[in-house]
């Protein structure tokens, strides 16, 4: 009786055993497949990264280039310019939007592959660049984009020319943005507008170097990982 408890005894174990060995066997090639889909998460995020660093770039440049065109010709500093201008409409009757590509942050947010990063710091680092500094960018843009649609309907109702005539007048660029420019020194409300334009406009270099910021630590935070 004792030989056959013993022998189911262990049977028993033998088989929880093997069971405990295949359960464990199982967690830590899972772990080892969720490390493996890391890297190739870190490693997506790192590639777009690199386009939106190349966006950032372009905008800060072409940012500036407006900002300071404007400044010229509300301090009516337009003596030796270095722009163009069709380059002042945009300056003063557009705007220059800004969308960095996320597609690739969106795809691992709504499949679940941001789930896999163990890095508590990159997890923080990844919600405050794509859910934060950026926003800050966007709502003086939109800001910006309220103004610019006051200063262009305020331009076609009382100066048409400066869109119509003036651009198929043979005078040189210079003497183009000197008219235009005279039109804002005289004009209180359209000085006025352009003024608050520019202040979005200033808004957003200061939020796109935030932004700027955040992409670096990003940056940094996944190299490190590797």
């Known amino acids: 009786m004792k030989k056959i408890v013993l022998k189911y005894v262990i049977e028993f174990s033998v088989i929880v055993l093997g069971i405990s060995v295949s359960f464990w066997f199982d967690k830590y090639q899972t772990s080892l497949d969720n490390i493996d889909r890391e890297k ?3 490693s997506e995020l790192s590639t777009e990264l690199e386009v ?3 966006t950032v770039k372009n905008r800060d440049s072409v940012f500036r280039f407006d900002t300071e065109n404007l400044i010229r010709v509300i301090n009516d500093n337009i003596s030796d310019v270095t722009f163009s201008y069709s380059e002042l409409l945009i300056a003063s009757i557009d705007y220059r939007g800004f969308s960095p590509s996320e597609e690739i942050y969106t795809s691992l947010k709504y499949d679940g592959g941001l789930k ?3 890095n508590s710091k990159i997890k923080v ?3 405050s660049f794509y859910n934060g500094t950026k926003t800050y960018v966007l709502a003086n843009t939109e800001d910006e984009i309220i103004v610019q649609r006051d200063v262009l309907k305020y331009i076609q109702f ?3 020319e400066l869109l119509i005539e003036i651009g ?4 040189s660029e210079l003497d183009k943005i000197k008219f235009f420019t005279r039109i804002v020194q005289k004009d209180r409300t ?3 507008l352009l003024i608050s334009k520019l202040r979005f406009m200033k808004n957003k270099l200061i939020f796109l170097k935030d932004y700027r910021k955040s992409l670096e630590e990003l940056k940094n935070l996944i190299d490190l990982s590797n």
């Open 125 to 127: 680092a990844i919600e």
């Open 116 to 118: 896999f990063i163990r």
């Open 168 to 171: 198929d007048m043979e005078i």
């Open 52 to 54: 939106i660093e190349n």
């Open 190 to 192: 359209i000085k006025s």
């Open 40 to 42: 190739e998460v870190l």
């Open 158 to 160: 009382n100066y048409p």
